[in-house]
């Protein structure tokens, strides 16, 4: 009778959430913007925000009303600021073998397009809670070392893309390492307190390995996890100093707005529309619902996959835990076999959109310009509200303000932050769609 009633609620909500996805076309379509037609709000430029004792700069929540588990760390355990960055594959959104381990433990997750033809790639921050495996990780870029420099973390990631073309766009990341003068592994010389960039790929005689895990049976493109305890406790130290990253929050849902119960973040929305599953990239894996739940007071994320088959159609953003009752097994010094299994759906406090100019020298050669000022969609608490964000340099916070100017206020948990880039002369073709209802 259990096992009946959960194919029922199954089924419920597949056919609610199919029913969502057949009303995208009346939905409300978010402006795509041009960088030269940024919103009209004067900002009222913010500093630093201070957290409050026992409050959680990144989520806002109480940190002694957090349940720590046995092998976890995080400022909900040690009391201690201190972010991790790492990068996740992103492939399938997080589907089948490419969940996130552990993902409901991140405080916030980024999406970024890894192409103009509408892949996407993810990376998790880290702080409440260092789970014992994050990942899989995947190769980075140029957008997430802009990234890492506003929180000052540490990041964790598996390859690193090296393409360039002349021009002012460099999307070669050893290039931008070496701008952003940050010390990698590489750097055996440096005091380990000053290593940030850590690379997965890298062999030899590395400090991280130890904390670095394929896990068997999995492919090799995604298998590859941190166990972040072990990075905290034998690698980064306690003693780093980090940037001030605290947002601002409130309990209370925000006045204003209009009702987005049901939000579609569309890298392709053509590939929505067709559910071509002839397409050997599959894009249509990289569109994303997210269905608000006001229990909770959070959205739900779930992943379009194939409008024609609608039985497929949407899935939900789960991670992968280890199984209960096993024990994982280390098989050597970087391979480990573990019994995984689904662990939470990963639920959003707030949506951020941020709109940004995307330069792509080449089809799979991102360059995001995350400084200046452009366009910011918000939902929360079943809303939606308009802003701009702001961001000076690379070195500086990015700071996201409302209609009033002031910096928003955003409701306490965990926050997804979408790069969506403007059209530009390269990808203008292609259909970006930001829509809600």
């Not at 033809?117 to 993810?122: K, S, Y």
Request: one cysteine or more; glycine letters at 8%.
């Amino acid at each position: 009778m259990k096992k009946l009633l959960s194919l029922v609620l199954a089924l419920a909500i597949m056919l609610s959430c199919s029913a969502a996805l057949a009303d995208i076309g009346s939905s409300t379509l978010v402006p795509r913007d041009a960088a030269s037609t940024v919103r009209d709000i004067t900002i009222q430029p913010a500093g630093d925000n201070v957290a409050e004792i026992g409050v959680s700069p990144t989520t806002g929540r109480n940190l002694d009303e957090l349940e720590a588990e046995s092998g976890f760390l995080g400022m909900a355990v040690t009391g201690n600021y201190y972010p991790i960055m790492v990068q996740h594959n992103g492939y399938h959104s997080g589907l089948d073998f490419s969940a996130p381990w552990y993902g409901s433990y991140a405080d916030v997750f980024y999406e970024l397009p890894k192409s103009w033809a509408g892949h996407t790639r993810m990376c998790m921050i880290f702080n409440d809670f260092l789970p014992p495996f994050a990942g899989g990780s995947r190769s980075t870029r140029v957008g997430y070392l802009w990234i890492r420099q506003e929180w000052g973390c540490p990041y964790f990631f598996a390859g690193k893309q090296e393409d360039s073309w002349p021009g002012p766009y460099d999307t070669n990341v050893n290039h931008e390492i070496q701008n952003l003068g940050l010390l990698t592994d590489e750097n055996t010389s440096a005091a380990p307190e000053d290593i940030v960039i850590f690379n997965g790929l890298d062999g030899g005689s590395k400090p991280f390995l130890g904390g670095k895990y394929r896990v068997q049976g999995e492919d090799s493109e995604y298998n590859l996890i941190w166990d972040l305890p072990y990075e905290y406790t034998n690698v980064l130290g306690a003693n780093r100093k980090f940037k001030n990253h605290t947002w601002k929050f409130a309990d209370e849902i925000p006045e204003g707005g209009d009702p987005a119960e049901t939000v579609y973040i569309l890298y392709r929305a053509d590939q929505a529309a067709t559910g071509n599953k002839n397409d050997e990239d599959n894009l249509y894996w990289f569109n994303s619902m997210f269905q608000y739940e006001e229990d909770e007071n959070v959205y739900t994320r779930w992943i379009i996959t194939d409008l024609k088959n609608p039985e497929n159609n949407p899935r939900p953003f789960t991670e992968k835990i280890v199984a209960p009752g096993t024990t994982p097994t280390v098989v050597d010094k970087e391979k480990i076999q573990v019994e995984y299994a689904s662990g939470d759906d990963i639920t959003f406090a707030n949506i951020i959109v941020q709109f940004v100019d995307d330069k792509f020298p080449a089809g799979e050669c991102p360059y995001p310009i995350l400084k200046g000022i452009g366009n910011a969609d918000y939902f929360m608490g079943g809303k939606h509200f308009k802003g701009v964000w702001s961001r000076e340099t690379y070195e500086d916070r990015t700071v996201f303000y409302g209609e009033d100017g002031q910096e928003i206020e955003l409701q306490p948990g965990r926050t997804m932050i979408v790069v969506m880039d403007y059209d530009t002369t390269v990808n203008k073709q292609l259909v970006r769609e930001v829509r809600y209802e």
